[in-house]
C-alpha cells in the first residue's frame, strides 16, 4: 500500500477511534439497572422495632431467619450510557432491562411509588389472611372503598379505606354489589351510603350522600368510587417495615406470622430467605428480579432460598455459591419444605431446575 494511502488509512482510523471515544460515552439508551437490595429478616427487628408485631393472641419465641429480599432499581429519569449498559450486561449483580419493564406507560417515579407502595400494603393483607387461614383461624372479609376518582363525585366524602356498610340501606358483602346497586340510579340523582371511616371502629359508622353523574363511557349511573375489599381478623398483626413497596414479601410475611403463632421453631434456628407473592389462599406468586434477590440473599448468609415456582428455570441459571433453591407453590408447601430443613430431611426438599 502507498505511503500516502497507509497515512490516509490510519488517520481515517484514528478519526473513528476519536468519535467512537467520545459519542459512546454519552450516547444514552433506553435501559434500567436493578441490583441486589437489602434483606430484612420478618422474625427480627428494624429501627428497633419488631418487623412483625401480634397483640391480643399468643406468640412464641422464633430463632433463624425469614428474611424477605429486595431488588434496588434506578429512577425513572435514569438513563444509562452504551458503555454503562454494556458493563452492567457484564457483570453478575447487575440486571440490565428495558425501561419500560420497570417504568411502564412513562409512568413517573412518583407514580411508580405510590403503585409499589399499595401493592405492598395489599400484600401484607393477603400475607395476614394467608397465615391465619393456614392455622385454622377466621378471617373475615369487609368490602371497602379502594379508591376515589379525582374530580368525582366521591372526591372529599368518601375516601380510600372506608368500610361501606351498606348502600341505600342494602347491606353489601361483595364489590360487584356496590356497582349493581349505584346503577340503579340515574344521573343526577343521590346514593345514600353507609361507611366506617377509615381506621375507625364499626360504632362510628354514618351515612353519606353522593349525587351520582353520567359515566363517560355511557348513560348509567356513576359516583367515582372503585369499591375493593379488606379482611378482618381475630387480632392485630402489624407489618413494621418502611421504605419496601411491590408485592413479592407476601410469602415471608405469611411463613412469619405463622412462625410467631406456633409453639414450634419452624426454622430450627437456619438461614432461609426467598421471595414470592402470595393470595388470601395461600398460593405463591412470580416476582422479578429473582436472580438480584437471590445474590441479596447469599450476601445476607442464607443458606437456602425459598423461590416461585414460575421463577426456578430462571433462578437456576445462575445460583450464587453456597444457595440451595427451593421451589415453593403454596404456603403449606412452604411449611413443608421448613420442616425438612429443620429435621435435615434436605434430600426430599423440591429443586429447582432449569
Not at 426456578?312 to 419444605?337: F, I, S, Y
Request: proline share 7%.
Amino acid at each position: 500500500m502507498p505511503r500516502r494511502s497507509a497515512t490516509m488509512l490510519a488517520a481515517t482510523l484514528l478519526l473513528i477511534a476519536m468519535l467512537c471515544a467520545s459519542v459512546l460515552p454519552a450516547m444514552k439508551v433506553p435501559y434500567s439497572e436493578m441490583s441486589p437490595g437489602p434483606t430484612y429478616n420478618t422474625l427480627g427487628r428494624q429501627n428497633g422495632k419488631p418487623v412483625i408485631s401480634i397483640t391480643g393472641q399468643r406468640t412464641y419465641p422464633t430463632s433463624g431467619h425469614l428474611n424477605m429480599t429486595t431488588v434496588q432499581v434506578t429512577s425513572a429519569d435514569y438513563q444509562p450510557s452504551l458503555v454503562s449498559a454494556v458493563i452492567g450486561w457484564l457483570r453478575d449483580d447487575v440486571a440490565v432491562v428495558p425501561h419500560d419493564n420497570l417504568y411502564p406507560d412513562h409512568q413517573t417515579e412518583q407514580e411508580a411509588e405510590q403503585q409499589n407502595a399499595e401493592e405492598f400494603a395489599s400484600s401484607q393483607d393477603s400475607a395476614k389472611a394467608a397465615a391465619l387461614r393456614e392455622l385454622g383461624y377466621k378471617v373475615g372479609t369487609d368490602v371497602i372503598v379502594g379508591s376515589v376518582v379525582a374530580g368525582s363525585p366521591s372526591q372529599g366524602r368518601l375516601h380510600a379505606g372506608d368500610t361501606v356498610k351498606a348502600v341505600d340501606g342494602t347491606a353489601v358483602t361483595a364489590p360487584e354489589q356496590v356497582a349493581k346497586l349505584v346503577t340503579r340510579h340515574r344521573p343526577g340523582q343521590p346514593v345514600v351510603f353507609t361507611v366506617v371511616p377509615n381506621g375507625k371502629a364499626a360504632s362510628a359508622a354514618r351515612t353519606v350522600t353522593v349525587t351520582t353523574v353520567k359515566a363517560p363511557d355511557g348513560d348509567r349511573a356513576m359516583v367515582g368510587i372503585q369499591p375493593g375489599t379488606k379482611h378482618t381478623f381475630p387480632f392485630s398483626i402489624d407489618i413494621g417495615l418502611q421504605d419496601v413497596g411491590g408485592p413479592s414479601a407476601g410469602l415471608m410475611f405469611s411463613l412469619g406470622i405463622v412462625d410467631k403463632l406456633r409453639p414450634s421453631d419452624i426454622t430450627g434456628g437456619k438461614f432461609v430467605a426467598g421471595t414470592g407473592t402470595i393470595t388470601d389462599a395461600g398460593r405463591v406468586g412470580p416476582i422479578g428480579g429473582i436472580s438480584m434477590k437471590t445474590i441479596a440473599a447469599r450476601n445476607a448468609g442464607a443458606q437456602y432460598f425459598l423461590t416461585p415456582a414460575e421463577n426456578c428455570a430462571e433462578a437456576a441459571r445462575d445460583t450464587p455459591a453456597g444457595l440451595t433453591l427451593v421451589k415453593v407453590e403454596t404456603l403449606h408447601g412452604a411449611l413443608e419444605a421448613l420442616d425438612a430443613i429443620r429435621t435435615g430431611g434436605t434430600a426430599a426438599l423440591p429443586s429447582c431446575s432449569r
